[in-house]
Structures are given as structure tokens and as C-alpha cells.
């Protein structure tokens, strides 16, 4: 450790890239292990709480983790039948919408056809270069993007099992943790892994209720409108909308191609587009500052790229699991001193220093909690 101090800044920075560079291509390796993996985490965050007030009421252990896996599947299983008939609605129309968009294609043919004098038959040769380009040098990465069929269902078995054995081993887990570093640093180690998990779970809570403002208020606007598969679209929204900006993006034109081939009102394109970002404004300035901790508020730039990286190492997953993967990051760098400086990075600039309402609870609830035993 003292060698390491005595190092120049630039070598420090260049053993820190390398780090993270066998840590992304470990990633990228390991990918088909750690995602499960890394959706149990998450799940395991979230049920932390059930299964410690189950314990609580003197429930066993076991069937602690098994309620509190049933009310998450039951939880899951509601918003699925709430949602089933606008989705079966929508998936029943497919064909119709295929048609109704080849009609608009053709629409667009002709009129670059009478405008730019491009004939039908070069704008499709055209295509069919770029799509042979795309086949040629797209495929391994949309492979790798999307799910399979056997990687969703390794993902729903392994997920839950992970997530049982990691309720019930996790004194045990904590306690190798602890027998990783001195005694004397034992406190400092509690003091981390209390706060990671506080402030996981309550982001991670904070997303839920968010992304269903979100989901409410993106489907009422629809609804207003008269716009097809309202609710629908406005899950799917929200939805998205975890995957910054660029979620919001994606949503907004597949909701926008989707409504020109089932509404004739050419002026409710621009009232989804008004109504989604509008509402994303709100959730941007409003709703993310004052429902998720600052604490965790993390910059454009980092989620942004944090998105792109985790998309390009481990496909959809990746983008889903790479904000929480960054506030946790962020997390550990700002309880370690040494990476204080790449948590500040990380950070988003409030401007102030002033910690917001729900940051002060987390703080005050940790310091109660730091030597007590789950």
C-alpha cells in the first residue's frame, strides 16, 4: 500500500484503467453467469426488508424468503393480468399495423419520388445495400443484444434461486466479508455495507414509485387523446424511461409509428410528443430529485455512457442493470476516501451542499443500526 502511494498520479490512473478494463472484459466473459446474478441482487435488496420482519414474527428462515418470493411473483403476476388485455390487443393488431406502416412507406417512396426525381426502384436498392451492410456487420451484435428464449428462462430460474440462497446465507456472506480485512477495520466494513444496502434499496424503491407516476400519468394523457393502447404505451414509457433519455426517446417513436397507422388526427403525434417529454421534464427536474435520494443522483454524462457501455457488454440486460450498477458504484466510492474523487465524477453538481430530506433519514437510520445484527 505505501509503494502504491509513492506512485506518480499518471501511473496510479493507468493501474486504475487496467483494473477496469479486466473488469468490463470479465463482464463481457461472464455475462451469461452474471446477470442472473445481478437481477438476484437486486431482488435480494428489495426482499431484505419482508424477510427481516417475517424473522421478526418469529417466522423460519426458509419460509420467510419463500412468502416474501411468492409476494414478489404475486406483485409481478397482478401488473401482468392488468396489463393482458392491452397487450393481447395489441399483439391481435400486429398484422394491421404492418400494413397500415407499408402504406405510409410507400407514401414516403412517392413523394421523395416527386420531390427529389429518386426513383421507387433506386431507393430500394439503396435499402437493400444498407440492410446487406447492416446483416453483415449487425447480426453478432443484435445476437448479443436481445434475449433468447433459453437465456429468459435461465433468467426466471436462476434468478429466484439465487435470490433464495443469497436471503438465507447472507449472515454468512456478511461474515466472510468481514474476515476479508483486519478486525480493526471491521466497523468501517459494517459501516459500508449497511449504507450500500440502505441506500440500494431505497433507490431502487424510489425508481418503482417513480416509474409508476410516470406509467400513470403518460397513460392518463394518452387516454385523454384517444390514443390506442393507451395504458400500454405508457407502461412500456416508463418502462423505459429507466434507461436514460435514450428510453424516453425509443418510447416516444415507437408510440408515435404505432399511432400513425391507427389514428387519422395527424396533430395527435404532436400532442404524444408534447405529452411525453412534457412529463419527462417534470420527472427529470421533480420527481428524480425529490422522490430518489440526491445522493444518488448521478450526471448525465456517467448514466448515459454507463448505458451505452452496458449495452455494448452484456446487451438488454446491460441497459437496464447499468444505472444501478453506477449508483452503486458511486456508493462505494463515496464511503471509500480514495475514490471519493471518481464518486464526485460521478456525481450530479446540485450546486449545494445541502443533503435532501430522505438522504438526512438514511444517515440517522444507519448510525442506529451500525452495530446491530439482521
Not at 451505452?308 to 476516501?337: H, M, N, R, Y
Request: aromatic fraction near 12%.
Amino acid at each position: 500500500m505505501k509503494l502504491y502511494e509513492q506512485w506518480p498520479l499518471y501511473v496510479k490512473l493507468g493501474f486504475q484503467f487496467l483494473v477496469v478494463f479486466f473488469i468490463c472484459y470479465f463482464i463481457y466473459v461472464a455475462q451469461s453467469i452474471l446477470i442472473p446474478f445481478a437481477f438476484a441482487v437486486l431482488l435480494f435488496v428489495l426482499l431484505l426488508p419482508v424477510v427481516i420482519f417475517l424473522e421478526s414474527k418469529k417466522v423460519g428462515r426458509v419460509f420467510s424468503i419463500i412468502i416474501a418470493l411468492l409476494l414478489a411473483t404475486g406483485f409481478v403476476a397482478v401488473i401482468i393480468y392488468l396489463l393482458s388485455n392491452q397487450i393481447s390487443v395489441f399483439v391481435n393488431d400486429v398484422p394491421s399495423i404492418k400494413q397500415h406502416l407499408n402504406e405510409h412507406f410507400i407514401a414516403v417512396q412517392n413523394w421523395i419520388k416527386n420531390r427529389l426525381h429518386i426513383s421507387v426502384s433506386e431507393q430500394n436498392q439503396y435499402l437493400a445495400q444498407q440492410a446487406d451492410k447492416l446483416k453483415a456487420t449487425g447480426t453478432g451484435y443484435i445476437r448479443s443484444t436481445f434475449f433468447s428464449i433459453s437465456e429468459a428462462l435461465m433468467l426466471l430460474i436462476l434468478m429466484p434461486v439465487y435470490s433464495f440462497l443469497l436471503l438465507y446465507y447472507r449472515i454468512h456472506i456478511r461474515n466472510f466479508l468481514f474476515a476479508l480485512f483486519k478486525k480493526e477495520l471491521k466497523e468501517d466494513v459494517q459501516n459500508v455495507i449497511l449504507k450500500s444496502k440502505l441506500m440500494i434499496r431505497n433507490y431502487m424503491i424510489g425508481l418503482v414509485i417513480e416509474m409508476s407516476m410516470v406509467a400513470f400519468a403518460n397513460s392518463v394523457g394518452l387516454l385523454i387523446l384517444g390514443i390506442k393502447y393507451a395504458i400500454f404505451f405508457g407502461v412500456l414509457s416508463a418502462v423505459l424511461n429507466i434507461i436514460p433519455y435514450l428510453g424516453m426517446f425509443t418510447a416516444t417513436v415507437f408510440t408515435v409509428l404505432v399511432t400513425l397507422t391507427t389514428s387519422a388526427n395527424t396533430s395527435d403525434v404532436i400532442w404524444i410528443v408534447v405529452i411525453f417529454y412534457g412529463i419527462h421534464m417534470l420527472d427529470v427536474n421533480i420527481l428524480m430529485p425529490n422522490i430518489v435520494s440526491s445522493r444518488l443522483r448521478i450526471n448525465v454524462l456517467i448514466s448515459v455512457l454507463g448505458v451505452v457501455i452496458g449495452g455494448a457488454l452484456t446487451g438488454i440486460s446491460g441497459l437496464f442493470l447499468s444505472v444501478p450498477a453506477i449508483a452503486f458504484i458511486k456508493i462505494l466510492c463515496d464511503q471509500i476516501e480514495s475514490l471519493r474523487p471518481w464518486g464526485m465524477l460521478m456525481g450530479a453538481d446540485t450546486g449545494s451542499e445541502q443533503k435532501n430530506r430522505l438522504y438526512k433519514k438514511l444517515q440517522k437510520f444507519s448510525k442506529l443500526r451500525l452495530t446491530q445484527r439482521e
